[in-house]
């Protein structure tokens, strides 16, 4: 048997994939402490309106996250808000250290999610909140009656250039493609829109502004072009975050984790789910099955 700890099991991120896990530990009388250093819910929060989780025909992000947190509460789980930034496996004992606590349990579960990539520009850094955002449902607010530009082609971009033609007067999408690679039912309600105008095969040379965003530069089949604007958002893709755990724990060369069929690491104990495991598809559904077997997992690892 494994020795007493302060946690059955500790899960890193509430997002769908880690609240998942918590619901099903829980449910199984297990000593659970969720830590998250950001919002509950994690990336859902701020999708506009999710269409495809069966069982609910459409339901907006934020009252999603909501639920989520009403259904931890109801089985007397245990939040805490707080950044890890390291972990620890001792053997039996696996540390958690926040910047300013110390938890120890007998696994660990990993939902540590994804974070939106940036273009890598060097003026971008000071252009962060101001002008420069990833998120339309949490900022798009700034921006009523304003032109702003989406950078990118896919599902995320499509979603932010949606909201924002409903706030904005003009929103630009620069996408690097020569077509855009949504899903065709998004792409469907994007053509309509008269204030959405799709640039195709063009990058961001160069963000303008002296306090914010007032501009970018952009090379359109090889010719240089500045667009006024008073913001963009980026949603060009995401990677993991997954730098606190390296090197005990083993990523793929995209810094994904990598598991085995039950959702444990390399590091005996410790598990992983959601969008920081490797895998080709990262949807809420997916997130969610991933927690659920981390969780199994885990409860029988400890019961064993
Ligand atoms: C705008 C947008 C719209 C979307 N719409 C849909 C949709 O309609 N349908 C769909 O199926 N999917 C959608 N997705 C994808 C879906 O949101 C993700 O697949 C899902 O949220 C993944 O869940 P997760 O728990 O693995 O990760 P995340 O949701 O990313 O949650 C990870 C959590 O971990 C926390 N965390 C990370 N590191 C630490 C740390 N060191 N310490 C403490 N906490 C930490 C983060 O703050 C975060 O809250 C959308 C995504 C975006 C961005």
């Not at 880690?18 to 829980?26: D, E, F, K, T, V």
């Not at 949504?182 to 204030?195: F, T, W």
């Amino acid at each position: 048997m494994l020795k007493t700890m302060d946690y059955d099991i500790i899960i890193i991120g509430a997002g769908p994939a880690g609240i998942c896990a918590a619901i099903y530990a829980l449910r199984a009388n297990q000593k659970t402490l969720i830590i998250e250093k950001e919002t509950i819910g994690g990336k859902i929060a701020s999708s506009p309106l999710i269409e495809n989780y069966p069982g609910i025909k459409a339901i907006k992000g934020p009252e999603l996250s909501e639920q989520l947190e009403d259904q931890i509460k109801q089985l007397g789980g245990k939040i805490e808000f707080g950044e890890v930034i390291n972990i620890q496996n001792k053997r039996e004992e696996k540390i958690v250290i926040t910047k300013n606590k110390t938890h120890k349990a007998k696994v660990i579960i990993l939902a540590l999610g994804t974070k939106y990539k940036k273009l890598g520009l060097p003026e971008e850094e000071k252009f962060l909140g101001k002008g420069i955002s990833f998120c339309a449902t949490c900022d798009g607010f700034f921006y009523r009656q304003k032109t702003v530009a989406v950078i990118g082609g896919g599902n995320s971009a499509m979603a932010n250039a949606l909201e924002l033609a409903n706030i904005c007067q003009k929103v630009y999408v620069i996408q690097n493609l020569d077509h855009l690679t949504a899903e065709p039912m998004l792409i469907d309600q994007i053509k309509p829109k008269e204030n959405i105008e799709i640039i195709t095969q063009a990058s961001v040379k160069q963000i303008q502004g002296e306090e914010k965003v007032t501009g970018i530069v952009i090379e359109e089949k090889g010719k240089e072009k500045t667009l006024t604007l008073d913001g963009m958002f980026l949603s060009i893709g995401q990677i993991p975050e997954t730098e606190i755990i390296s090197p005990l724990i083993k990523l793929d060369e995209n810094g994904y984790i990598v598991t085995n069929e039950q959702q444990m690491t390399n590091s005996e104990g410790i598990f992983a789910a959601g969008d920081c495991v490797k895998k080709n598809i990262r949807q809420l559904t997916t997130a969610v099955s991933d927690g659920t077997i981390a969780a199994l997992s885990a409860i029988e690892y400890n019961t064993k």
